[in-house]
Every structure is written in structure tokens, then in C-alpha cells.
């Protein structure tokens, strides 16, 4: 039982999504856990005010449950099968501290000096994480997903729109990382 606690090997975990992709095309179904938010308006009733929402949801009711599953097996192992702490390489722990003052590597899930609740009181902070989540969601609508639905899904399906957008979505973080974060958080 000691296995399931442990990061699985690529090896294991490679061939399973593939496994899993195959069977979804298989199928003809496509995997991605932006497209539910679509669903879950129009399930909510917002076909009503836009046509985008006007679809079968019906259909997609295989993949909401993608996103109970998640949540429930999330809550399950961070709950009863995890300390909550991330192993950070020390040179990148102390990166962290030299380079943004974030103390908590190797002593938290996530940087507690980024993610906690007296954050949310900083105006400056609280502004800075809802525009990166409206950034985030316009982004995956206006890419036609997120990165799970275009480099799991899409990439095995050999859409180079997928391929593009995988593309965008590394160059926006080598961008974030080496030009916005420390712009936003350095010292």
C-alpha cells in the first residue's frame, strides 16, 4: 500500500493517460476541464442569455463527473494520504527565499506567503489574483481550452491548434516567471 503515497514513475503514469486518451477517442469523446465551466452555465440555465450556452449539455455529463472525481479524490489524498508539503529542490528553495522572499518551500502545499487567507485582505494581492483568474479563463475560452484540453487531449488527437496553443501556453510562462513575477512580487 506504501505505492499509492509515492509519485508514480512516468513510466506508469505516461502509459495510463495514454491509455485513458485512447479509450476517450475511442469513444469519441474529448477530455478537458475548462469546457465543464460551459456546461455548468448552461446546465445553470445561461443558454437563456447567450447562444454560446445553448448546446446538449446532456452529453457532457461524462465529463463533470471528471471534475467530481477530482475534487473528491483531491480532498481524499490531501486529507488522509498526505503531510500537505511539496519536496523543493534546496537550490530552488533558496532561489525562493534570496529572489521573492517565499520562506515556505518545503514547509507547505502551497507558498503560504502567496496563498492565505490575510492575502485576500491586501487590495494589491486580491486585485493581482482576480485578474489572473479572469486572465486565465479568457484565455482557455479564447484558446478553445486549457492546458490539460489541449495538451492531453488535443496534442493526442494531432490538432495543431493544440500544438500552438501548447506552445502559447509555455511561452507565457517562461514570460510570467522570468518578467511579470518579479516585477509583481521581487523585492
Not at 500537505?84 to 537550490?91: F, L, Q, R
Not at 500544438?163 to 518579479?182: D, E, Q, R, T
Request: glycine share 12%.
Amino acid at each position: 500500500m506504501e505505492w499509492i503515497y509515492e509519485p508514480w514513475p512516468w513510466y506508469v503514469a505516461g502509459p495510463m493517460i495514454a491509455l485513458t486518451m485512447f479509450l476517450l477517442l475511442y469513444m469519441g469523446k474529448h477530455f478537458g476541464m475548462s469546457s465543464n465551466l460551459r456546461t455548468m452555465c448552461a446546465v445553470g440555465g445561461a443558454g437563456k442569455i447567450s447562444t454560446f450556452f445553448q448546446f446538449d449539455w446532456k452529453k457532457e455529463r461524462w465529463n463533470l463527473m471528471v471534475i467530481v472525481g477530482a475534487i473528491i479524490g483531491g480532498f481524499l489524498v490531501s486529507t488522509f494520504m498526505s503531510n500537505n508539503v511539496v519536496e523543493i529542490n534546496p537550490e530552488i528553495a533558496t532561489q525562493l527565499s534570496e529572489k521573492y522572499g517565499i520562506e515556505s518551500a518545503n514547509s507547505a502545499y502551497l507558498p503560504t506567503e502567496i496563498f492565505n487567507t490575510e492575502n485576500l485582505s491586501n487590495p494589491f494581492i486580491l486585485g493581482i489574483l482576480l485578474l489572473g483568474g479572469f486572465l486565465v479563463g479568457f484565455g482557455a475560452r479564447y484558446a478553445g481550452g486549457c492546458t490539460s484540453g489541449h495538451a492531453i487531449s488535443g496534442l493526442s488527437n494531432l490538432q495543431v491548434p493544440s500544438l500552438i496553443a501548447v506552445v502559447g501556453f509555455f511561452v507565457g510562462g517562461l514570460v510570467m516567471i522570468h518578467l511579470l513575477y518579479p516585477f509583481i512580487f521581487g523585492q
